[in-house]
């Protein structure tokens, strides 16, 4: 025991979180209790739990997980019994079926004895993965969750009979006791689970109706009495830190929760209607907001262009399309792609959606009087290299990322806009003058998301005669195999499973440069971009439908094909 305490007992010292003296101390009393060192500093009020938790994750180099916004998962805790969690001081996290993979929280990460008689009651080939919380952590989790209804079905019984059947700690009254408080956590976990983007609490004159956001698409997940929503929206804007008293103005704030063992963000809005409070949660999965920009499915050749793009030292790089289009996840994947300990980069954003290492992200507040203009005044004191501006809104914000542009830093920002090319415009249109524009644009970036279709239902037909005027192939002599959706469970018989990015990259040479300086219409900058090899978005989504990634529906949803009938 005390070969594996000096190592955390140094650590800790070394941290600055106990000194030489606390130190002595708690050896002293180790020696006579025989306790671990680190519940022995926690016993003697020299740390919290907390803190020892995250210092002996860093020594083992292992995941951590705080327990205290743990939302359970009904299926891992029925795995295990209470009584056995209890004596192996685990609580189960989230459990895979499909995966066949097992997450629990255990305060003794490396207890292989443990982890054996867990696994005799597991399924044969179930993996077990481990996450380090503390003593008190585990065990008011087991007193919390165990003994509660938690499925959504059943909490709603409760709502509507107003009988729960209180069983063990439940019987206590603690505060997981409320129906209301489990039926917004099974819902925020429901959601996560299904892929969901958004959560849309959404009151009607006689009922709350309950959406979620799946690939791009509301599906409307449940309808409750309009009884229920009262209690659900206190629940929620508590949990958010929003003021619960006002209801007749719109207001902002944050959830951050665990979810299957990870960290997981809920960006939530309120908006006052005429039958209530309309309430709407972003999903903010950090594990799936930041993608490699070699895995977004950029075409080689347009992955070579904007990698030759992110190269220049200095200039702007826009990213432009719709809201949500998927623009933060790309501009994410470009400062991962360039972040490194020899750069400054700093963003400012509204709000910041994925926290990053070794970047200086800041939020605008209007309560602050920082907005994207003297946000980035401000940055430019900063010693910046590269500065990201989450949004173009006005001719303020737009001289200001053009003036750090033009003195030598590199700025990526967004702009609400339908094309690449339509961002010249825009800006002009903004106020920005010509001559600007023309040299200190490196590029721009549209984009949209279409549904990917489902790999295991996906069925394929002969391309029809109109299908190949819309794809531009009229006249070609052997017709391509298209793809449809179908349905099956592993799509939730949608047809379709996850998303996927279709762009078009335009890169700003000194050939382009002059055009717009001289104020060139949309139609011949796109002419001399072609020429070019400028790819627009629809050529790039006829690219997917024949690759059968997606569907030419889901592209017409999304990319106007029309003109491609009567060229």
């Known amino acids: 025991m005390n070969r594996a305490a000096a190592p955390i007992g140094q650590t800790l010292l070394a941290l600055g979180l106990i000194s030489a003296d606390q130190l002595h101390i708690a050896l002293r009393e180790q020696a006579r209790s025989g306790e671990a060192l680190g519940r022995q500093l926690v016993r003697l009020g020299f740390l919290s739990e907390a803190t020892l938790r995250d210092a002996l994750a860093r020594t083992l180099d292992r995941p951590s997980i705080d327990l205290a916004h743990l939302l359970p998962d009904a299926a891992a805790l029925a795995l295990v019994p209470q009584q056995l969690a209890r004596r192996l001081k685990l609580i189960p996290v989230s459990y895979d079926a499909s995966a066949g993979r097992l997450i629990v929280a255990s305060s003794e990460i490396d ?106 698409l509301l599906r409307q997940i449940r309808a409750l009495h309009k009884s229920c929503w009262p209690a659900m929206a206190v629940r929620l804007k508590v949990m958010a830190g929003l003021n619960i008293a006002e209801t007749r103005a719109p207001q902002d704030g944050r959830i951050s929760l665990h979810v299957s063992g990870r960290p997981v963000d809920f960006r939530v809005s309120t908006q006052p209607t005429i039958h209530g409070e309309n309430l709407v949660l972003r999903v903010l999965d950090r594990q799936k907001g930041i993608v490699e920009l070699d895995r977004l499915g950029l075409a080689d050749a347009q992955l070579d262009l904007l990698k030759l793009m992110i190269a220049r030292p200095e200039g702007l790089i826009l990213v432009t399309g719709p809201t949500g289009s998927g623009k933060t996840t790309t501009l994410y994947s470009i400062l991962g792609h360039i972040n490194a300990e020899g750069i ?143 349905g099956c469970p592993q799509c939730a018989f949608q047809g379709y499973r996850g998303r996927l990015a279709i762009m078009e990259v335009l890169r700003l040479d000194p050939d382009l440069d002059e055009l717009v300086a001289r104020r060139a219409t949309p139609r011949e900058i796109r002419q001399a971009a072609e020429r070019k090899g400028f790819r627009p978005l629809a050529d790039d989504g006829t690219r997917r439908v024949l690759e059968g990634a997606t569907s030419l529906e889901e592209l017409c949803r999304v990319v106007n094909l029309t003109d491609r009938m009567f060229p």
């Open 111 to 216: 207890n292989i004895v443990a982890i054996d008689q867990l696994r005799n009651l597991l399924p044969a080939a179930t993996r077990i993965d481990s996450l380090l919380a503390g003593d008190s952590e585990i065990a008011r989790a087991i007193d919390q969750l165990y003994g509660h209804e938690l499925s959504i079905d059943g909490i709603l019984h409760e709502l509507e009979t107003g009988e729960p059947e209180l069983r063990g700690p439940a019987a206590r009254g603690d505060g997981y006791a409320q129906p209301v408080v489990r039926l917004i956590d099974a819902l925020l976990s429901d959601a996560v689970k299904r892929d969901a983007s958004d959560l849309h609490f959404e009151p009607e004159a006689a009922f709350l109706r309950i959406r979620y956001r799946i690939d791009g």
């Open 344 to 486: 400054n980069i700093m963003t400012l954003e509204d709000p910041v959606e994925y926290p990053m290492p070794l970047i200086r992200q800041t939020a605008v507040s209007e309560a602050a009087r920082l907005d994207f203009a003297n946000g980035v005044r401000a940055m430019l004191r900063q010693d910046p290299d590269v500065i990201l501006v989450g949004e173009i809104r006005d001719a303020d914000t737009a001289r200001m990322a053009f003036q750090a542009a033009m003195t030598g830093h590199q700025v990526y920002a967004t702009l609400h806009t339908s094309s690449a090319i339509g961002a010249i415009p825009r800006l002009l249109d903004i106020g920005i003058l010509p001559d600007i524009l023309a040299g200190n644009m490196i590029g721009i970036v549209a984009q949209r998301l279409v549904r990917r279709l489902c790999p295991a239902c996906r069925a394929a037909h002969p391309a029809r005669d109109y299908e190949l005027r819309l794809l531009g192939l009229a006249g070609i002599p052997e017709r391509p195999v298209l793809h449809h959706p179908g």
